[in-house]
């Protein structure tokens, strides 16, 4: 019998079949030859919210969600976020190594010769109510760029996939940067390309009238590591929405733009904000225990927010740089109150008998909302600034579905579950009660 198959007995007609395992995978279109008649549509996976499904063969980022390991490109995170560069990394993930001097140059170049954006677009984010959230200014303005760059429709050419990629990710600080200064009814500050990625997108927000913002090296530097931290995580709720809605062959700002939407959310990268709005909702450290309590089997909805995730069942490897960056920070902008009542949760939830059985840890989001609070930002702005340097992972994970021959357009199958056919009734025939 050959290895690495699968064979598979249907009891309804007693055929057997041998179906290929392939990188501990089954291709689950080959289940269609398994089938009781010749009309038979044969069997299919039924996997609602993909919790055992690969979608795709990805040579970008690793995670061992087990042991806690995430690499990019085979580099492993805790390296990257202590020796390299956001910017670095953002090369690393897009070319599949890391760059020499002169390519590094080259690319910093390139990314400072995108920076700003068309004078409409200010006009265009004028136009959102004053406490719009930044996170739905950011994924309409980004879905609007498409329209500013209408040579993004050739996805197929190399060049202009690139050049649309750089401007992706030269120009999110910028429109992030707007959405702050929008909400804050501040007037709108353009970049300054002699200032680093990170120095720059903090100047834009930071700025006032024309004094020049002096951005402290050492928060410039915690803002590059979490950027690094959250470049690429794989298959991801919003990475994967970016690869279906690019699978259409759409521009790759519509995809990004999807991609923001499902970042926003509070289940993904909408759970920083979540967790500071937590915070000082529990209030004081003594309440702790009780808010415990309260989230276990999810009473009313509720989650100890920060906490669980699809692929780590041990220590978010990012939630422990995070962890030094914030004690860095602290010393700079002193303590974040709610850094004990943050440190009291994990203390509880990971002697849980709840917790330990599901095996529910700190992830990305637990800590990083109280970097970005000491550092002066608003809630609402925790989510867009995952979204920044996500972006990169977003436009790497998208080239690669663009020019991966396996790939199609993503299109489910559903298990049909509503009313057999049946006739049309007429409004004076229908109940009336
Ligand atoms: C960048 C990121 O996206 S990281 C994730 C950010 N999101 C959050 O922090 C929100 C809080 N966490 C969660 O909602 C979830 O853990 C998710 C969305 C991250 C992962 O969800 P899933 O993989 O679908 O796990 P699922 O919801 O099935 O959880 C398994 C069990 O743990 C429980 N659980 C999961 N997370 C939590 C939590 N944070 N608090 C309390 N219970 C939880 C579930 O109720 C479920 O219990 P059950 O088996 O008794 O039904
Ligand atoms: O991988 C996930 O499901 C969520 C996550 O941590 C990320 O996107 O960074």
Redesign the pocket.
């Known amino acids: 019998m050959p290895k690495d198959t699968l064979t598979i007995t249907d009891n309804r007609t007693g055929k057997t079949y041998e179906v290929p395992i392939e990188n501990g995978c089954i291709r689950t279109n080959g289940l269609r030859q398994i089938k009781v008649s010749e009309d038979d549509f044969g069997l299919m996976g039924y996997d609602p ?1 993909f919790l055992n499904t690969a979608n795709c063969k990805s040579a970008i980022t690793f995670i061992d969600g087990d042991k806690g390991i995430l690499e990019y490109r085979g580099y492993p995170i805790e390296q990257l976020a202590e020796r390299s560069s956001f910017l670095e990394v953002a090369y690393l993930l897009l070319n599949g190594e890391l760059p020499n001097e002169k390519q590094i140059d080259e690319f910093k170049y390139l990314v400072t010769h995108h920076t700003y954006v068309h004078e409409n677009i200010k006009t265009f984010m004028d136009g959102f109510r004053y406490d719009a959230h930044p996170m739905s200014m950011l994924s309409s303005t980004v879905a609007a760029l498409s329209g500013f760059y209408p040579d993004a429709k050739h996805t197929k050419d190399e060049r202009s996939r690139r050049i649309q990629m750089t401007r992706l990710i030269a120009k999110m600080p910028t429109l992030a940067a707007f959405s702050y200064r929008h909400s804050m009814g501040l007037p709108y500050v353009y970049p300054d390309n002699d200032l680093s990625y990170v120095g720059n997108f903090l100047a834009m927000v930071r700025k006032i009238g024309t004094t020049t913002y002096k951005v402290h090296p050492t928060l410039e530097k915690a803002l590059d590591v979490l950027f690094i931290l959250h470049a690429d ?1 794989e298959q ?2 919003s990475t994967t929405s970016v690869r279906t809605v690019g699978s259409s062959e759409v521009d790759p700002f519509s995809a990004v733009a999807s991609g923001i939407a499902a970042l926003y959310g ?4 909408g ?1 920083n904000e ?2 500071l709005r937590m915070l000082r909702e529990i209030g004081h450290v003594s309440k702790v225990p009780e808010f415990i309590k309260s ?4 009473e009313g909805g509720s ?8 692929v780590y069942k041990s220590y978010d490897p990012r939630a422990k740089v995070i962890k030094r960056v914030a004690d860095e920070v602290f010393e700079i902008t002193g303590k974040n109150p709610l850094l004990e009542i943050a440190v009291e949760l994990e203390r509880i939830a990971l002697q849980d008998e ?1 917790f330990v059985k ?1 095996k ?1 840890y700190p ?4 800590y990083s909302g109280l970097i970005y609070e000491a550092m002066g930002f608003p809630v609402e702005m925790f989510p867009v600034l ?1 979204a920044i340097p996500r972006t990169v992972g977003w436009v790497t994970q998208w080239e690669e579905m663009v020019k991966d021959s396996e790939q199609k357009i993503a299109r489910p199958r559903q298990i049909y579950t509503g009313s057999k056919r049946r006739d049309y009734v007429p409004m004076s025939e229908r109940s009336q009660k």
């Open positions: 919210a995580h991801n709720c509070p289940l993904h990268g759970a979540a967790v989230v276990k089997g999810g989650k100890l927010m920060g906490f669980g995730h699809r709840y599901r529910l992830n990305v989001d637990f995952f």
